[in-house]
């Protein structure tokens, strides 16, 4: 288990359970790896998704791009719709110029448990097609580089079902 230090309850403002937090091994590993993230910000937004991803960038702007991206790849544009789904699961990470924690971007990402950032203002202008980033879905910061591996999370079912054979008589 990691040692909380002093001052790392307000880093976890984003972790709105931190009981749940305490018990889970698989985001205490992501948290410690969030605390050792060193290098250049480039960009900052708002958290939509929690976790690290790396990758190139891939720069969306309009449905023809969306055949650019590639398993691992960072998805930058300036908003997700429904049509970008399928590539959406592709990323490593996804980043938005606009949105909010209750965009499509954000609940998508937060579904597939892929790391974003959304609402930075300005992503499409600052990253460019082919960058390395380090995208922390922790901070909101998005930082030049590759600096440490990706961290997702792992989504399950919440409880399991089996089919049940029903006879109706009329």
């Known amino acids: 288990l990691i040692k909380f230090e002093e001052g790392d309850v307000k880093r976890l403002e984003q972790v709105k ?24 910000v480039i960009l900052e937004g708002l958290t939509a998704s929690p976790g690290i991803g790396v990758g190139t960038v891939r720069l969306i702007h309009s449905m023809s791009d969306l055949s650019k991206i590639k398993k691992g790849d960072v998805l930058v544009t300036e908003m997700t719709n429904p049509d970008m789904v399928v590539s959406m699961q592709k990323s490593s990470a996804i980043v938005t110029d606009e949105g909010g924690i209750t ?49 997702v999370a792992e989504i399950k079912k919440i409880i399991s079902t089996e089919r049940i054979k029903l006879k109706l008589i009329v």
Request: proline content about 1%; aromatic content about 10%.
């Open 103 to 151: 965009s499509h971007a954000a609940i998508v990402s937060r579904e597939m448990g892929i790391p974003a950032i959304v609402g930075t203002g300005n992503a499409t202008t600052i990253l460019k097609d082919g960058m390395q980033v380090t995208v922390d879905g922790f901070s909101g910061k998005i930082y030049e580089g590759h600096i440490v591996e990706s961290v």
């Open 17 to 40: 359970n931190y009981e749940w937090f305490k018990d889970n091994k698989e985001w205490q590993k992501q948290f410690k790896l969030w605390k050792e993230l060193n290098g250049k």
